[in-house]
């Protein structure tokens, strides 16, 4: 059996002429914490939105659980439990809390009706599982940042989640909800669900992550164990002032 859960090969993506991403090459195993470095432009997002199945590659491969997936669309990546939260979190401002997490369910179940009880009931396991405060039944617009993303993580716990992806999710927290944050995403690999943390912030990454991949100008320039990686060259990775002071 593979340990790998997602694997990129050679992966390019081009917008009009500008090239995003080129012969990129990744692997996330499963269940491990994996950071996605780079700086603002560097191509994290799009890298995100191709695991998504939001944007076809150009060229190169993708293969889950050791198969190739062909024209990987966003319910094929949902189905095979790839869950994103986005920096916007993509909630629905004016419903609650549990209405927001039955979405999901919804969405699973399709034409069948919604048993609304039961749904509640499911939200509340899923938010009690995150050993957090938070009010099913007030307006997800109400909420602070922090407690929007808690909506939106419990959302994605709610599916059966293989790979969390978080893009940048610690830029509108404050310390303590940071460490929140990080107790949450512990307790979600301990569920055997990898986690990618996508962040520009050196000290997050190494704090929070087993693996680093550092990408610049669209290509992959690091990959390895957090532990061979410090402060100072995972910035020389992501600048590539260590080309510039040459
Ligand atoms: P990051 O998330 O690391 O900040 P992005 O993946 O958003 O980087 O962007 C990488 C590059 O691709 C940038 O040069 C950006 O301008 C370009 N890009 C991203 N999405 C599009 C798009 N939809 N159309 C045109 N160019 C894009
Ligand atoms: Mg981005």
């Known amino acids: 059996m593979s340990e790998n859960f997602i694997e990129l090969r050679n992966v390019r993506k081009e917008f009009a002429g500008v090239v995003a991403l080129k012969d990129l090459s990744l692997t ?3 269940g ?22 939001v944007y076809q590659p150009n060229a190169g491969e993708i293969y889950i659980d050791g198969n190739k997936v062909e024209n990987l669309s966003p319910m094929a990546s949902i189905e095979h439990g790839v869950q994103v939260i986005y920096q916007d979190f993509s ?22 009706v919604l048993n609304w009880r039961k749904v509640r009931e499911i939200a509340k396991e899923a938010v009690k599982r995150l050993g957090v405060d938070l009010d099913l039944d ?8 922090a407690g929007k993303q808690l909506v939106a993580i ?12 978080m893009d940048e999710p610690t830029t509108a ?30 000290r997050e990454m190494l704090e929070i992550s087993e693996h680093i991949t550092v990408i610049r100008n669209g290509q992959k320039v690091a990959d390895g164990p957090t532990g061979d990686f410090d402060e100072a060259l995972i910035t020389r990775h992501m600048t590539g002032s260590d080309i510039i002071s040459k």
């Open 28 to 30: 996330i195993q499963k």
């Open 32 to 53: 491990e914490i994996h950071c996605l470095a780079g700086e603002n432009g560097s191509g994290k997002s799009t890298l995100i939105k191709i695991m998504s199945g």
């Open 91 to 112: 909630l629905f401002g004016n419903l609650t809390v549990a209405e927001n997490l039955a979405m999901n369910v919804q969405l699973r179940e399709q034409r069948q």
């Open 138 to 145: 007030m307006d997800v617009e109400k909420l602070s940042t």
């Open 154 to 165: 419990a959302r994605a716990l709610m599916s059966d989640a293989r790979l969390i992806i």
């Open 173 to 202: 927290l404050t310390g303590k909800e940071i460490e929140t944050l990080f107790r949450i995403v512990k307790d979600i690999q301990s569920r055997g669900i990898a986690i990618l943390f996508v962040s520009h912030k050196m």
